[in-house]
Every structure is written in C-alpha cells, then in structure tokens.
C-alpha cells in the first residue's frame, strides 16, 4: 500500500484515566469530556492539528475507549478522512516478541506504535496530550523547531513561581536551549512550565524510544525518561515560548474554571476567533434551541438542541438540554442531553451528561469564604430525586 | 426493498428570497435549507440512491448538499447525484416534473430494475415515515401512492393537487390547481410507484407531449380509469412553504413546542450541514423570549417571537420581535425591527426602524445594508 511521505505528523496521547475527574471520566476517557457546550477536550488538539496544516494524526487511545472510538469515528468532523490524512485510533495490541500490550507510559506508547509513524516517513513528529484547553500553531512551532536544528522542542508558558513546582520545569540558557528538565521540583529555578507539546526528529525519536525500551529501569515516560535521556546525550532541546490560552483541565475545579473562562464579553479564552483556529466537533444533528417567554438567560452560552424555560446566568447549557420553568442555573457546567426539572436550583455545579436533577432538587449553593471552590458534581446519566439536596462539593 | 429517490428542487415562488436561490435552498429554521427535510426523510427510510432534479439557480443547492455525506449518500455507488437540464440530454429547461425526468432517464435507470421510486418536493417540509409509506404502497398493490394532509385545504389556499375521499376511503374526486374546500385532501407532493410504471408513464407522456405530473398522469389516468391510487394520509406536521406568508407564519410557528417536536423528531433527526460554529453566547442585559436560536449568534439585544439563524448579530439596544433573520446578519444598536425577514449577510445599521405587518412581511435582500 503507498503511503505518502509527511513532513510532520502528530501523535495525540489519549489514553490516560483522568481519575482526578473523579465521577465524570468513570465511563468516559478524559479527552471525551464534554466541553464548553459542544465540543469534547480532544477537539482542541485535534482541531489545532487540522489548523496547522497537519494532516496525519495517530490517536493513542487506552482507558474506556469506546465513546472516545465512537467519537473520533473516521475523523470527518475534522476533515482527517481523505485520501491522504487520517486520524488512526491505536490501541494497545499484542505482538509476537512480548513487546507490547498495555502502554507502559507516554513514550511506551509511541514506541508501540513505531510502525504506524514509520508509514508516513516523516521529518518530524508532534506529541500532544488529549487533556488541554488552547489554541495553538503547531506549524509555527516545528518551524522554530527546524530553523533551531533542535532534536526536540518543547512547548512552555510562564507560570507564577508559586505553581511551577506543580509542573515539569525547563531551565533554559540566554538562547532558549534547554539545559535542564526537572519533573515538579519542589525548589524551582524559573517559571518555564511545559505544556506537554513536543516536536521531535523522528529519526532521533526512534533511536531513544528503542532504547528505552531496553532499559528495564525506565518508566517509559517522555518527562521522566526520553528528554533527560536526549539533553543526556548531548542533543539540542529547544523552549519554544507559547503566551496564548491554556489549561489543563485534569481536575474538576480547572475544567469548572476552563468553561466559566469562556464566558464574558471579553472572556479570558475566546472560543469564537477567526475562521483559521476554528474548533470542530462531531455534530449530532440538534435542532436550534428554543428559548420560551418565561426564560432569562444572561452571560452564558447555550448550544444547540436546548429549551430554556427557566433563569440561567453565567453558565455554559450543552447540546440537548432542557431548563424547566422556574429552574435557576448559575455559574455551572451542564453537559449534552441534561434534563433540569422544574423549580430545581443549579448553582456552582457540572452536571454530567445525560444526568437529569428532578423538580425542586437543589444541586450546590455559594462557596465558602476559604479559597477552596466546591464545585458539586452528577455523573453520567445520574438521577437527583425530587425534593433532595447534593451538597456543594458533594458528587452524585 | 430496493427504493431511489427523486428530489424536486421546486421552482421559487417566494419573490425576493427565492430570487438567486432554489425552493430546495431557502433557509429554514434557524439552521436548515428546505431541501434538508427532504434528504433527511429519504435517509430515514435508508434511502442511498438520490437524485435532485434541478433546473436553475442551483449554485446554492450544490454548494449546500455537495456530495450529500451528511445525509449518508457520499457513496461509490448509487449516492447523490444532480439532475440539471444540461446534465444529459439538449432539451431546454423542464416544463414539468414528467419531462424533467425524462432527460432523466439514465439516471432512473441505474439500479436494480425492481427499484421502487420516491418522488419528494423541497417546499413542503415534514418528518414522514417513509418506511410506513413504502409499506403502505406496498400492501396496496396500486400504481401509485400519493401522501396527503388533512387541514390544509380551505377553500383558499390554492392546491397543486387535491383529492376526495368516499365513506369508504376511495378517492371521489381529484382536482388540480385548486382552491379546494376543506373536505379535500391536500397531495404533500410525495408520490411513491413502481421504477417500471415510472419509465412506461413518463414515455407515454412524453411521446404526447404531455408532461405534468399532477394534471397529465394523477387526473388524466384517473379520469381515463387508467391508474389506481393509494392514498396515505399523514398525521403528523406538514409546512407547506408555497408563499412568503405561509413561510413566514410557519417559520415563527417553531415556537409552539408540538411543531417542533413533531418536524425536528417524531421519525428521525434532520441533518443538515454541519457549520461547527460555537454556541450562542446570550450578553449579561439581553432579552432573548419565544425565539428559535441556533448557534453561533452574539445575543446583547432583545428578540421576541423571532427565528436566528447562525451567527446573528443582536446588538445592545437593539430590539427584534417576529422577524425571521438568516445567518451573519447584524441588527446594529437601537435598531427596532418588527415583521421583518432578513436575508443572509444583512446589515441593518444602528437606530434603524423597519415594520412590516404579519400578512406582509418586510424582505431585505441578502447582502443589503439598511
């Protein structure tokens, strides 16, 4: 079979549990989350691939695939399905050599999948996480990366001194190189927090992936193994400087933040852009919304497929939903296909999708006076009978 | 059961918004095109062999429908296909649906031989079982079945076709182009019959220059004793969208919630396709009741018994109230609009006051500035 040689191609991890989602990736991958009211977190790296030209995306999938499977499909919604592009799942398979089965870490899975990159030839190739909310060109970024004559290239933002012992921290030289990767150093030497992005020479890649394999001691991970492994050897590790949006959304408090920071008139994250960084989702075929007399909306979003008969303020109403008459919902999340009955009360709160919060239920309230956000949360298709409380920071 | 299905993209009988555009391409319903009812009905009923007859100003239709992958039908056999006057034969633009299948023909004759034929307008939208109207022409063993609705005939409306049933179901009379009194039946433009029947009828037709389907082959073989018909009737909501005031009245009717759900769901979903714009954001001081949104818009103004499509404009101050308003137009501050309908890429420029009455509906062109 011909398969046409690509300059670049990305891989997009996907297959971690996302247990810090807690009830909301218990059925679901995390990078199958619903977001912002109509898309899913793995359409912002998949989306930005497409935007930057990058045609081949291989899709490393592993925990609760199905939806995730379901959901990429063929990868039309994104344009991934003509001749010469894809967006391939892989799952972790067996192979004869005992080389294979679950992927071991981030750079276990890619070494499983040499075969598959292999195919397309390629100058470089893109690693991506399915757990980040941002826009980004990928293709600015591999031309830094090439014009630098780097072996790999790692995408970092600033962050306050305070957090960055929360994050991979590169400490660079004058000229952007990197010398240094410490994995969550408790006493940080600067604020260069990497955003999990890496453009890597595939051939260079390959060589520390088999490698890597061979050590029995590695973890197989690309923080804590391939890029020490390459600055190691001597090999040029450029930081490439990204100042727009981005967030990873792995907790329930950082995906509550993520969605209210689209809101706004000039909200933090604009999802609305220019043509050239647009979004793209599976679509599902809802009708527009309707929204009654009795309602009032103000400083939210609402998808479409929705009826709103009740009061909803500076919240983001997903594909499918209804808000019954005298319902109010403030500052949540609510995901596709969630029935919100009359006179229910929603505050501070992510309903999961299909989730249903009967007549006169109250779900949340204010947050305390301490830092600590209690965001209350439903799981998938959870029920809320009627007349009951959840809590704020409760889960159901 | 092997079933094709014909598309007729329908002459344009709504002046202005029909001026550069197919009834098959008219926007409706915040997100969709007329012709959208039609495919999505055919999909439902597993139909993957389509063809849409079309004869002028179809630039719009194809850009809208493009391989038809959205309805399932983007396939190496059978699939989509447009049936355009100089598509296959040097015949000038169709008279009626008989001649324009006529030059047809190598389209009809692909597919099996024992393929049964749905005949489908785009003017008049509804979500219809075809399985049950297959069935139905099916089980009667007559030459045709004819899907009809009760309660659209009202001694004024003009039908194109329009049957009487007896006590006993039988058809009593059949008229065309009539202002039938409310005992008829009003024909939904949804004929199913047999591809064979089809071939030899439009021939016959043809060969005597005769060429309209309502008059020549429904009322001139059933007075000639020469056809049996099958009449289905349908239950459910049909929108026949035959003059600005009929689109304009049902446009602003998805706001009774039995309309929606009955045209958007009792069958199956309605594709259309797919724009991926982002949900509509409704501003902190906006005032947004009874109106059917889609998504994409910047809601900061008021609307009221209004349809908006995608990615309208509402600016603050601005106030909307039964207007039905295509995508990418923008209603600037402190505009005041009421009975209106505005085309796609309006802009109406701030302070401005347009009112047209319910009968008689305010149009702006696409691409206007007011």
Redesign the interface.
């Given at each position: 079979m011909y398969f046409q040689k690509k300059r670049v191609i990305a891989m997009l991890l996907a297959g971690g549990q996302g247990s810090r989602l807690k009830v909301l990736t218990e059925k679901t991958a995390k990078p199958a989350v619903p977001f912002?009211?109509?898309y899913r977190i793995i359409d912002f790296p998949l989306s930005n691939c497409v935007n930057s030209g990058i045609d081949t995306v291989g899709i490393l999938t592993q925990y609760q695939p199905l939806e995730l499977n379901e959901y990429i499909g063929n990868g039309?919604?994104w344009g991934l399905n003509k001749t010469h592009s894809c967006a391939q799942v892989l799952p972790p398979y067996e192979r004869h050599d005992k080389k294979s089965g679950w992927y071991k870490g981030t750079a276990n899975a890619i070494y499983q999948n040499i075969d598959f990159i292999d195919r397309f030839q390629p100058d470089y190739v893109v690693v991506l996480s399915g757990d980040h909310i941002y826009k980004m060109d990928y293709a600015a970024m591999v031309n830094y990366h090439e014009q630098h004559c780097a072996a790999c290239t790692i995408a970092v933002r600033d962050v306050p001194l305070k957090e960055a012992s929360r994050f991979g921290i590169l400490n660079t030289n004058p000229d952007n190189s990197i010398y240094e990767f410490e994995e969550k150093p408790k006493k940080p030497k600067s604020t260069n927090a990497s955003m999990g992005i890496y453009v890597f020479n595939w051939d260079i890649l390959r060589q520390f992936l088999i490698a890597d394999e061979e050590d029995p001691n590695s973890a197989n991970d690309f923080g804590k193994n391939i890029i020490p492994n390459l600055l190691g050897a001597g090999h040029k590790l450029m930081a490439y400087n990204f100042s727009g949006y981005w967030k990873d959304v792995g907790t329930i408090d950082s995906l509550w933040e993520a969605n209210m920071e689209l809101l706004g008139?000039n909200p933090e994250f604009n999802?609305?852009g220019d043509e050239r960084s647009?979004?793209?989702?599976r679509?599902?075929?809802?009708?527009?919304?309707?929204?009654?007399?009795a309602?009032?909306?103000?400083?939210?979003?609402?998808?479409?497929g929705c009826?709103i008969y009740g009061t909803?303020r500076h919240s983001?109403?997903?594909l499918g939903c209804t808000v019954g008459e005298g319902a109010v919902v403030e500052d949540s999340v609510v995901m596709p296909g969630v029935t919100i009955e009359p006179g229910a009360i929603v505050r501070h709160a992510i309903l999961g999708e299909d989730s249903r919060i009967c007549r006169n239920a109250v779900v949340g309230g204010a947050f305390g006076p301490e830092d600590k956000k209690q965001i209350s949360v439903t799981a998938k298709g959870a029920v809320l009978a009627e007349n009951t409380v959840l809590l704020p920071g409760e889960m159901l | 059961m092997n079933v094709m299905g014909i598309i007729f993209a329908n002459d344009a009988t709504l002046g202005a918004l029909t001026a550069n555009r197919t009834m098959a391409s008219l926007p409706f319903g915040g997100r969709y095109r007329q012709v959208d009812f039609a495919l999505s009905n055919l999909a439902g009923a597993g139909v993957r062999h389509v063809g849409i007859v079309t004869r002028h100003h179809y630039q719009s239709l194809i850009r809208h429908v493009g391989s038809g992958e959205e309805w399932g039908l983007e396939l190496e056999e059978g699939g989509l296909e447009y049936l355009t006057p100089y598509a296959s034969s040097s015949t000038d633009t169709y008279r009626g649906k008989l001649e324009s299948i006529y030059s047809a023909m190598e389209f009809l004759k692909t597919g099996p031989e024992d393929e049964l034929v749905v005949m489908i307008d785009s003017a008049i939208l509804s979500n219809v079982d075809l399985q049950s109207v297959l069935a139905s022409h099916v089980e009667s063993g007559r030459d045709i079945t004819i899907v009809t609705k009760a309660g659209i005939a009202d001694g004024v409306k003009q039908l194109d076709l329009a049957v009487k049933l007896d006590d006993k179901g039988e058809i009593q009379d059949i008229a065309v182009d009539y202002q039938a009194p409310s005992d008829y039946l009003a024909s939904m433009d949804i004929f199913v019959l047999s591809k064979k029947w089809l071939i030899r009828q439009v021939n016959e037709h043809i060969a005597h220059n005769l060429y309209h389907m309502d008059r020549d082959l429904v009322l001139g073989l059933w007075q000639k004793k020469a056809i049996t018909i099958n009449v289905y009737t349908f239950g459910g909501v049909a929108m026949f969208n035959e003059s600005v005031g009929e689109y304009f009245h049902n446009s602003l009717s998805l706001a009774d919630s039995y309309i929606r759900r009955d045209l958007f769901g009792s069958n199956h979903p309605v594709y259309t396709k797919v724009r991926d714009r982002v949900p509509s954001y409704y501003g902190a001081n906006c005032s947004i009741d009874g109106c059917t949104v889609a998504d994409g818009c910047m809601l900061e103004g008021q609307a009221y018994n209004s349809v908006l499509f995608r990615q309208v404009t509402i600016r603050p101050g601005a106030k909307v109230e039964n207007c039905v308003i295509m995508n990418d137009t923008v209603v600037g501050e402190g505009a005041m609009l009421k009975n209106v309908i505005l085309d796609k890429d309006v802009v109406v420029s701030p302070g401005t006051q347009l009112i047209g009455t319910v009968t008689n509906p305010i149009i702006i062109k696409r691409g206007e500035r007011v």
């Open positions: 912002g009211g109509k039309q919604p008139e999802i609305r647009k979004i793209c989702a679509n599902n075929a809802h009708p527009s919304s309707y929204i009654d007399p309602s009032s909306i103000s400083g939210s979003f609402v998808a479409e009826e909803v983001i109403i997903s | -």
